[in-house]
Each structure stands twice: as C-alpha cells, then as structure tokens.
C-alpha cells in the first residue's frame, strides 16, 4: 500500500516587505579612479552628440551599460540616471542581454533609452563625482572611503548633495563601460522577425521617414515593437539606425521531425470513445484511414496553395502523435502509464516548413476557439538553435497564450539527428511556460539525438525527460495504414501530455500544480550529483511510467500539494505540523517544487521573466522579534550569477530537494516545533502593480527511519484549522464519470 496525495489549504497570512534600503555602499572588490569617471564622462559626451546629429531624431539617447558582472536589479545604476524625479534609473530599461557563454561567466550588458535631459543630469553628476573623487580621495575612490564616513564639509562646494554625490561613485563603481547599441552586421537572406528597442519614435514614423512604407515588400507589424521585414528593408534600416534593431532572426521554422520506419500493417482494435477527456494537437497532417478515427477531431488550418504543395507521407508524423496520445499503452505494453485513452482534437497547421509568424497566428486563432481544451500538444520544434539572450518569438507568444488561457503547452525538446555534436534546443522548445520533454534511453541516459539547454543562459529547459526511443529502441506508433517504429523527442512528448491531462482533467488539479507534480516525481531521493552537462540535457530528471508513482508516495512519506496566489510582497503560515521526534527534532527530509505562470517581456532580453517568486519551507525560529524559516540554505548570496544559477532567481520552476544518505540522522527543531512555508515575491519592475498570479506548490516528506506518520499529519492540519482533501485515484475517477455523464430532465 501506498499512501494518498493530500491537498492542504493552509492559513496564509499577508506580509509587507520590511525590508528598508540604506545607502549604497560599494562592493568590497570595486575601486572607482578619476581615470574611470573621466572614461565614462567622455562616452556620454559622445553619445550625446551622436544622438543630437543623427538624421533620425528617436527623442533621446539609447545607451548600453556593460556592468563588471551578472547584476541584481538593486545593484544596478541607481542615482546616475534617476531624472526626472519621478523616474527611476530602472524605468529607463529597455532590454538586457549577457556578454559571455554562461552565467558564471556572464557580464550584463542592459541597454536603457534615456531622455536627453536625463543624459544630461549623468554627464553632470559624473564630472561632479570626478572632481570629487580627485580632490577629497586622491584620484581613486575605495570601499572604505564609504564605510569610515569623511566629515560632512568634505562634500560641500560640488552642488550635489552628499547622498547623491556617494551614489553616482557606487553606479560609476559597477560599470565597465557605456557605449552606443549596434546590431550585428550579419547578412539576412530571408524575411526575418525583427524587434525595435522602444523608444519616443513610433517605429511606423520611422518606416515612413526610410521611405519604406510604399514599398510591395514594407515591413509588416506582428506585435509591440515587432515587425516582419524583408531582407532589403533590413538592410536599409540596420545602415540608417543600426542601433534601434533589438534583435532579427528568420521567419522560416525549419521543422524537426521524428525519425521512422514500418514494420506491419496490422490493424489494432480499439472500442468506441466515451467521456474521456480531450487533448490538443498542433501538428502536421493527419491520416483520416487511421484505425483510431472515431478518437480524432480533425481540422485542417492550411491554406490550398498549402495543400496543393503537400509533400508524400506528411501525414505521418500527425498521426503517430495522436496514436500515442490515444492508445500508447496498447501500442506499447511497457510504457503503460495507467491513464487510459484521451480523445484527441487534431489541428493541422503545416506541411514541414512554415513562417513563424502564420504558425504562431494559427496557434492563437486555435487556442481561442477551443478554450475547453486545458493540455496542448506541440511536438513541432525548429532544427536552428535558440538565442542565448533573447527568447524566441514563437516561445514568446506560446507563454502569452498559456498565461491569457490558462492553458499549458507540452513542447518536444526538438532533435538533433545531422552530424551527432550536442546542439541547443530549438524554438519553441525555449517557452518558459510550457512543459518541455527531452528523451532518455531504456536506461534513463539520453538519447543519441537529444539537444541541450540551458534557455536564456541559465534557465532550466528541458523541464524534464521521458522514453523517445533510439535508433536501436524504437516506439511502436502508427501512421494511418500500419505500425512503424520511431524515435525523437517528438515522440517523448505526448506521453507527458497524457500524464498532465490526466492530472488536470481527471484529478481536478491546476496546472500550477500538475506540473510540479511530474517535475517532482522526476526527482529521486538518493539523486547522485549530476554534471551541468547531464542536467542541461536531462532537466530535473526522468518521469516514472505509472501515473500512480507521481500521485502517491511510499508508506514513509507524506506528499502534498498547495495551490494559492499571492499579490502582496509575502505570504506566510509558520504552523505546519510535520510530525516530530519527542526530543524536538525531525526525522523528515524534504523535497519541494514550485511553479507558476509569470507574465514575460520578451524585449527585455535576458531579464526575461517579470516576476520572481521564491520558496522557504523549514523549521521555524524565533531570532529576537522575527520569526524565520531554516531551509538549510541561510547565506545571502551577493552575487546575481550565482542566486540566478544556484537558487534559480527569476526561474519559474523552484526546486528545494534534499538527498537521503546512509548514516542520516534527526535534526533539532526550533523552539517552537512546527514547520513554516512563506512565499515571497518580487516585481522586475518597481513601478508594476503586484497582482494576483497562481502558484503550485508539491511539498514530499520523507521519514529517515521508515515511519508512516501521515494520519498523525492529517489530524494535527485538521486540529489547527486546515482543509485537508485526500485524492485517490480511484475516487477522482468516479467523480470525474458522474461529472461527465449527461442529465435528462423529465417534462
């Protein structure tokens, strides 16, 4: 016997962000010299007058800042760019992007559009802070010039106040350099997706100032700031304002299909379809001969000239999806999951090759008009590696439409099957929201064809893996008239799509929660440390087959789920009664997972996600007035690589896992016995309103000395006031057949 998932709703108190900022000090690792400022002063003279002279007037100075190292949005300039008043120098923020190939070793390069009189207060504030730093610390500003406090008079005389004056030599402190942006000069031989940094210029003002908007071939707007351009229109606008140009990449998705091959034409039975729920396909073309018609919903979304083209046999790899989707397990005996059938709705949108921007508007159009569909299928990816500072424009749009919709998309980790060299994933297999699936081997190695992350430098995709066969273990599949046998992540993926419907639709769970769930059923206990390589490739792990291996537990653990939102800076509950040992300690180790669905900017870079939310979940204490949380990882890090590597800030997908290891012992408890969970948040930008945003949380307890304590758990949340719900698997089926079952009223 096994022991049920629980879902807790705990007590959740609000909490403000006590948290005040003092002065900036500088790093203990930064100097700022007279020949630094004198360095930065004359960039900004430069770029000033560049600006004043350019043909095209954009209403100000775009600039990008190379600061020294990876940097927190705190530790960026803060004084030297806050004007007017009312600003911030993070208002001014229109993009960010990483100067190396890893974020240990990344510097941040953040590009800000500056009005000229803000451009005007930096130049200012620096020759102020030249003459400063010359006359009062000998040419060269050090740390503790601003830990051991000069006289007051010492800053008199330079009309800046003496707050102000110390600020702008911190901002000056972190930066390595200030120049003009420039887009890479590189050929563009096809239409191309291009972004412009945001600026007073209407990019439309500017098309028409090029003479472009006569043209046949003139740019098109698809979005903010986003427009298709022609590779002879690109050429125009990166020689006229090359520094406008944010980022360029080819419209044309080269699609990444599976690998296959026939072995029998036999023809499986399969009965009629009932209420089983229903799964989302995007794909290419489907075989309406297929022996599991009756389970197919089809619609052709291709134009005719797109059909006139339609290549032999694009039908196959459509149909092997939805043979996954609908029957795998017959298909595949040893990769029976335990979820049953799915009905599929099949939405064919290409042949192989197709532009981004109509697949993407294909997909939005789809996803609108079929807003019962909760899961969605996409195992089409791009054979051309993803940037490592901008997300994708098709990523981009699929994590929109996930937020909006309330929707979640299972994405191939797209293949690599040309020269056998480890290659990045491609589009849209960098959608941050999305469940991204790469493939193992029978052995939980990776596949010979498997294509690696990180997305954006450092976020973790794929999320996770699952059985896509190999050249020598296919995956039996069938393609309208036979079996064949293939292998690819295509293949991976729809297995995962059946687990999350079968979390949402047939469980009753949220997304949120559904998703940590498989993510943390992915993660062993006695997990062996993994290289960075292995992790890129392999996400958090491999999925177990059984449905009931990700819904249950072993005897001694306790596994639940909590599904909240948060709209304040913290939410909080500091009485979690794990159960405990008489001496006051705990013979649990935890493992926890955390997921949510934040809004994104695609045209800030790097700074992808707009919302970080954070997890403690330990012991409390009591430290003089303040109640904190042990999570075992106290330390503040003062380095924003390693917080974004190690603890993954900014990442939507948190994961706090501890391994269990022979010789393990109990650890002592706080004063007062209990557990706590806080949830904290923060905005990218100070300005944005903190709204409400949905979050999942899977917390799994495990007892070192083999105890099965969870009925004790139950009674202790039931005693303090907690609603606890036990989800069995079979009960969640029989209330999901009656739910499902169509009621005839008598006249």
Not at 176 to 203: G, H, M, Q
Not at 207 to 225: C, N, T, Y
Not at 296 to 313: A, G, I, N, S, T
Not at 739 to 744: C, G, L, M, T, V
Request: with cysteine; aromatic share 8%; charged share 30%.
């Amino acid at each position: 016997m096994k022991n049920n998932l629980l879902n807790i709703k705990f007590a959740f108190e609000p909490e403000k962000n006590k948290n005040r900022p003092g002065p900036k000090t500088m790093a203990a690792s930064r100097s700022c010299s007279c020949e630094h400022l004198e360095k930065l002063l004359n960039s900004l003279v430069k770029i000033r007058t560049f600006y004043r002279n350019s043909k095209i007037d954009i209403g100000g100075c775009l600039i990008d800042v190379h600061y020294f190292k990876t940097i927190s949005k705190s530790g960026r300039i803060e004084q030297l760019f806050k004007y007017p008043e009312k600003y911030t120098s993070n208002d001014h923020i229109v993009g960010a992007r990483y100067d190396g190939d890893t974020i240990e070793k990344s510097k941040h390069v953040i590009t800000y559009f500056l009005p000229y009189k803000t451009i005007e207060h930096a130049i200012d504030c620096i020759s102020k802070a030249y003459h400063f730093v010359r006359d009062k610390l000998d040419g060269d500003a050090q740390p503790n010039n601003f830990n051991i406090p000069l006289n007051n008079d010492a800053y008199e005389g330079y009309g800046i106040c003496k707050t102000a004056l110390r600020a702008v030599v911190v901002d000056c402190s972190v930066v390595e350099r200030i120049d003009i942006p420039s887009a890479s000069p590189e050929t563009i031989e096809k239409d191309s997706i291009v972004n412009f940094y945001r600026t007073d210029l209407d990019i439309s003002e500017l098309i028409d100032k090029l003479l472009l908007s006569g043209r046949p071939d003139s740019p098109q707007k698809v979005g903010e700031q986003t427009y298709l351009v022609s590779k002879d229109t690109y050429r125009i606008i990166h020689d006229s304002v090359p520094f406008l140009i944010c980022m360029a990449v080819s419209d044309i998705s080269e699609i990444s299909l599976n690998q296959n091959e026939i072995i029998s034409p036999d023809t499986p039975e399969i009965p009629k379809p009932g209420n089983e729920p229903t799964i989302g396909v995007i794909d290419t073309v489907y075989d309406e001969r297929a022996y599991f018609k009756d389970w197919v919903e089809y619609h052709d979304e291709r134009d005719e000239y797109e059909k006139m083209l339609e290549k032999p046999d694009i039908n196959r790899h459509g149909t092997e999806i939805d043979s996954i989707l609908i029957d795998g397990p017959a298909l595949n005996p040893d990769l029976d999951d335990g979820c049953g059938r799915f009905r599929v709705r099949h939405f064919a949108v290409c042949s192989d090759t197709i532009p981004v921007i109509k697949l993407m508007k294909r997909i939005e159009k789809i996803v609108s008009s079929n807003q019962d569909i909760k899961v969605w299928n996409l195992s089409l990816g791009n054979s051309s590696e993803v940037s490592l500072n901008f997300m994708s424009y098709d990523g981009a749009i699929l994590d929109q439409l996930q937020s909006k919709y309330d929707i979640i998309f299972v994405i191939s980790g797209t293949n690599s099957f040309d020269d056998g060299s480890i290659k990045k994933v491609g589009s849209p297999a960098d959608s941050l929201n999305s469940l991204v699936v790469n493939s193992v081997r029978k052995d939980k190695s990776p596949c010979s064809y498997s294509r690696t992350g990180p997305v954006l430098s450092f976020f973790r995709k794929p999320d996770v893996s699952y059985y896509g066969g190999d050249k020598d273990e296919k995956i039996t599949c069938y393609m309208g008239t036979a079996k064949d046998e293939c292998y690819g992540t295509s293949i991976a993926a729809p297995w995962m799509s059946r687990k999350l419907c079968y979390l949402i639709e047939i469980m009753g769970l949220q997304k949120e929660v559904a998703k940590a769930l498989l993510i943390n059923s992915a993660i062993p206990w006695n997990k062996r440390e993994r290289t960075k390589e292995e992790a890129n490739l392999e996400g958090y792990g491999v999925v177990p087959i059984r449905i009931e291996d990700v819904l249950e537990c072993g005897q001694s653990e306790i596994l639940f789920t909590v599904y909240g939102s948060i709209e304040s800076y913290a939410s909080a509950c500091y009485a979690i009664p794990v159960p405990r040992e008489k001496n006051n300690k705990t013979a649990y180790r935890v493992k926890a997972v955390l997921c949510y669905f934040p809004k994104c900017d695609r045209l800030q870079g790097v700074d992808y996600t707009q919302r970080d939310l954070s997890l403690a979940f330990g012991p409390v204490i009591i430290d003089g007035n303040k109640t904190k949380i042990m999570t075992g990882n106290e330390s503040e890090f003062s380095d924003e690589a390693k917080d974004r590597a190690e603890r993954r800030k900014w990442d939507n997908t948190k994961v706090a896992a501890e391994s269990i290891k022979d010789k393990i012992r109990p650890r002592k408890l706080g004063e007062t016995g209990q557990y706590g969970l806080k949830i904290t948040s923060i905005e990218r930008s100070a300005r944005a309103t903190m709204e409400r945003i949905n979050f999942g949380l899977v917390i799994n307890l495990k007892n070192i000395n083999g105890e099965n304590r969870i009925e004790e758990f139950k009674r202790d949340c039931l005693i303090r006031g907690y609603i606890v719900n036990e989800i069995s698997i079979g009960n969640q089926i029989e209330i999901y057949n009656e739910a499902s079952q169509d009621i005839r009223w008598d006249e």
